[in-house]
């Protein structure tokens, strides 16, 4: 399979007659337009592939570097490549780095190739190792605990959710309660070094709210709806200032949730744009971005899923749920449904909608037929099913074309 960066100015392609080995050619596609977002492995490819090349030249002159069968001590390397790179979270601050090489060793006139995993490990403001040792790959499974992509944004499982919740609220809530309560979402951010400020954040009112992770000026609107500039000197949640009560404590422990796991993701796409020259954006600007749009999608999807974990956690959240229904004889009505998505909605401080989908996340899904907001209004009240049936697709495109012939 071919390997190149196929976003820069530079192709490595195979040499057809030394297998194992590489040819740089230049890019004819290359446009002189760097990439958006660049991920972790191309960032190593494109500065850091002289530095692993005299790595491993270093362990193979000094012995230390394991070799393959059939190759001595006594071969030459004469290429060093960057194929892959796999990354496991630590911490907020650091991850484990496992960086696939491909080695070219060459032995009178025997060649052989062979790749390796250069250990190392990345520390955000302390001291990053990417060349710890190294150790031979022959495609066996690397067994990450909190893998990252190559974006350096964390892979998860809905079944994450709950953990990455229990984690923040561990670390930066002392207040935790046994008994059901609004989670106040503004110590959560200051416990993280996060300061939270009111502002007129967009003319149209679509922006509510944003994350500002160092300093930098940001422009914000005044009563006039005229731009100015503030001087942001630490990181900052900003929420707009027409945002009620309940949507700012989402809007704000969503941020929360952006600075706890995607802090490593941001600083490499800052420490990439200054090294290339290109304007730092603000955090939430990578969203407007053109590619890389599942990278993207996977921040969003954990930013907007996790904080309902944090606010309704599941053992006070079912009391409530239990306690209410508990009430009832026979099966719940709509109006019932509804009482019980403003309970819950009023105890624990959140949205109508994100009440909603945590009750349904703990297994009364009957409520997903409630409350549904369309365009300018609520809708009737109707029943979904809790599992599609096997031939819902045929009954899809029958209705479709229903509504096409009419």
Avoid at 53 to 81: D, M, S
Wanted: hydrophobic residues 35%; neutral net charge; charged residues 25%.
């Amino acid at each position: 399979m071919t390997q190149y960066i196929n976003r820069g100015p530079f192709l490595y392609i195979p040499d057809k007659v030394h297998p194992g080995q590489y040819k740089v050619i230049s890019n004819p596609d290359w446009n002189g337009i760097l990439p958006e977002i660049i991920s972790f492995t191309d960032f190593l490819r494109w500065n850091y592939t002289a530095d692993y090349g005299r790595f491993i030249r270093e362990l193979h002159l000094y012995r230390q570097l394991p070799l393959p069968w059939g190759i001595t001590n006594k071969a030459e390397i004469e290429n060093v490549i960057i194929e892959d790179g796999k990354y496991d979270r630590i911490d907020h601050d650091s991850f484990s780095m496992y960086v696939i090489c491909n080695v070219a060793f060459v032995e009178g006139s025997y060649r052989c190739c062979q790749k390796y995993i250069v250990h190392g490990v990345y520390v955000s403001g302390g001291r990053s190792d990417f060349l710890i040792d190294a150790e031979l790959y022959n495609g066996q499974y690397i067994r990450l605990c909190h893998p990252l992509d190559e974006y350096l944004v964390p892979i998860l499982a809905k079944k994450d959710f709950e953990i990455i919740a229990d984690e923040i609220v561990d670390k930066y809530y002392p207040y935790k309660a046994n008994y059901p309560c609004r989670v106040n979402t503004t110590a959560i951010a200051r416990a993280m070094g996060l300061e939270v400020k009111h502002a007129c954040l967009s003319k149209n009112g679509k922006i509510r709210s944003k994350l500002i992770l160092e300093k930098r000026d940001t422009t914000v609107y005044n009563d006039n709806g005229r731009t100015k500039k503030l001087h942001v000197k630490r990181p900052t949640i900003f929420i707009d200032n027409i945002v009620d009560d309940e949507e700012a404590q989402n809007a704000i422990i969503h941020e929360c949730v952006h600075a706890y796991l995607h802090n490593l993701f941001y600083e490499l796409q800052s420490y990439y744009r200054q090294i290339v020259g290109m304007k730092i954006p603000e955090f939430n600007d990578y969203f407007y971005s053109q590619s890389q749009k599942i990278c993207l999608k996977w921040m969003e999807t954990q930013a907007t899923s996790i904080p309902r974990f944090i606010q309704m956690p599941e053992e006070q959240t079912t009391d409530v749920i239990v306690s209410y229904l508990g009430r009832y004889k026979g099966e719940p009505d709509w109006n019932d449904y509804r009482g019980l998505i403003n309970l819950v909605k009023g105890k624990f401080g959140v949205t109508r909608n994100t009440a909603k989908k945590r009750i349904a996340e703990l297994g009364w899904p009957e409520v997903r037929g409630v409350y549904v907001y369309n365009i300018s209004r609520y809708v009737e009240d109707y029943d979904v099913e809790y599992d599609f049936p096997d031939d819902y697709m045929a009954v899809t495109r029958k209705f479709l074309f229903l509504l096409t012939i009419r």
